[in-house]
T-cell receptor, first 112, second 116 residues
Framework: GESVGLHLPTLSVQEGDNSIINCAYS??????FIWYKQESGKGPQFIID?????DKRQGQRVTVLLNKTVKHLSLQIAATQPGDSAVYFC???????????FGAGTILRVKS | EAGVTQFPSHSVIEKGQTVTLRCDPI?????LYWYRRVMGKEIKFLLH????????ESGMPNNRFLAERTGGTYSTLKVQPAELEDSGVYFC??????????????FGEGSWLTVV
């Protein structure tokens, strides 16, 4: 079946350092990818998205990279802050679809 | 503007009982989705409404789950009878348009269900 990043690693970074969170996806038919942040007790919050016709997209302090050749997605957070501590999920969607397929998530811990 | 709201935020019920979760989408959003995350698993799609119609219910686990969206506004998800493996967090989300064309799907804070 479809799968997106089933591993749940934990990434610990020092405040001010850059963070890189990785995600592997298996469905080559997916056309749209999203990164979500989930803080404790809250729902997933949209961070940034990217379509399959792009390989990089930048937001405020965040960059998403897409490598379709190896089916890999990454989220880079610049100057990581304590408020960035959360679980980060990648998700994918097929063209004209409406169903998000989520990965298991990565825990980001920021040390002050 | 209010976001997606869900009620109750937490619920503890006994196995065999019934629970009804409610979701109020963002005003004007025709698309409403239910997802859930059970223990140790990733967030999984349950179903998708467009207004009052079920567009895709391929993720509904079994017939103990019933989702409705009468009038195309708020939605309810009923679990009857609840089983231990239903414990987890149920997320509702909404979007103005379907698909991904510049669309953003907004999630609620979830309804945390514990079946004992």
């Amino acid at each position: 079946g479809e799968s997106v990043g089933l591993h749940l690693p934990t990434l610990s970074v020092q405040e001010g350092d850059n963070s890189i969170i990785n995600c592997a996806y298996s469905n080559s038919a997916s056309d749209y990818f999203i990164w979500y942040k989930q803080e404790s007790g809250k729902g997933p919050q949209f961070i940034i998205d990217i379509r399959s016709n792009m390989d990089k997209r930048q937001g405020q302090r965040v960059t998403v990279l897409l490598n379709k050749t190896v089916k890999h997605l990454s989220l880079q957070i610049a100057a990581t802050q304590p408020g960035d501590s959360a679980v980060y999920f990648c998700a994918e969607m097929k063209e004209y679809g409406n169903k998000l397929v989520f990965g298991a998530g990565t825990i980001l811990r920021v040390k002050s | 503007e209010a976001g997606v709201t869900q009620f109750p935020s937490h619920s503890v019920i006994e196995k065999g009982q019934t629970v009804t979760l409610r979701c109020d989408p963002i005003s004007g959003h025709d698309n409403l989705y239910w997802y859930r995350r059970v223990m140790g698993k990733e967030i999984k799609f349950l179903l998708h409404f467009v207004k009052e119609s079920k567009q895709d219910e391929s993720g509904m686990p079994n017939n103990r789950f019933l989702a409705e969206r009468t009038g195309g506004t708020y939605s309810t998800l009923k679990v009857q009878p609840a089983e231990l493996e239903d414990s987890g967090v149920y997320f509702c989300a909404s979007s103005q348009t379907g698909g991904y064309s510049g669309n953003t799907i907004y999630f609620g804070e979830g309804s945390w269900l514990t079946v004992v």
